[in-house]
């Protein structure tokens, strides 16, 4: 317990700076919990392009505003974590959706489809009916 404790004062300490504006500390941030994070999204979303696109906006999110994260609500590692999979559910949900909607308009395409295919069969017919 006592390493966590010491863990977390560092990470504390690093998310202070953070908030100075120091870069040295947000990349120590990432190296120490980017693959952690890349793991969490990837279990989520499956994509590895897409863990990667996710853990990288909820670092900028972290850079742009560290005030998000709340000392007093527990530790940094669990905030991270937690943010990254409810960014990674979200792209889930978002992509989820796209396809809803692709999938309510491809009987319109397949009807359009169909029209083609009816209007090659009658002039096939037509055709026929001349050599005939």
């Known amino acids: ?73 527990g530790s940094f590692r669990a905030w991270l974590m937690s943010t990254v999979h409810h960014r990674a559910v979200d792209v889930v949900r978002r992509e989820e959706t796209q396809r809803k909607r692709a999938r309510e308009q491809l009987p319109d395409l397949e009807q359009q489809a169909d029209v083609g295919d009816l209007v090659a069969e009658q002039t096939d017919l037509a055709e026929s009916r001349v050599r005939v």
Do not use: C, H
Request: aromatic share 10%; glycine share 4%.
């Open 1 to 73: 317990m006592v390493v966590r404790s010491l863990e977390d004062a560092r990470d504390r300490e690093l998310v202070r700076r953070v908030t100075s504006g120091d870069e040295m500390a947000f990349r120590d941030l990432f190296n120490r919990y980017g693959p952690s994070a890349k793991s969490v999204a990837l279990r989520v979303v499956r994509q590895p392009f897409l863990a990667e696109e996710i853990v990288q906006d909820a670092f900028l999110a972290l850079w742009r505003d560290p005030g998000a994260y709340r000392e007093e609500r």
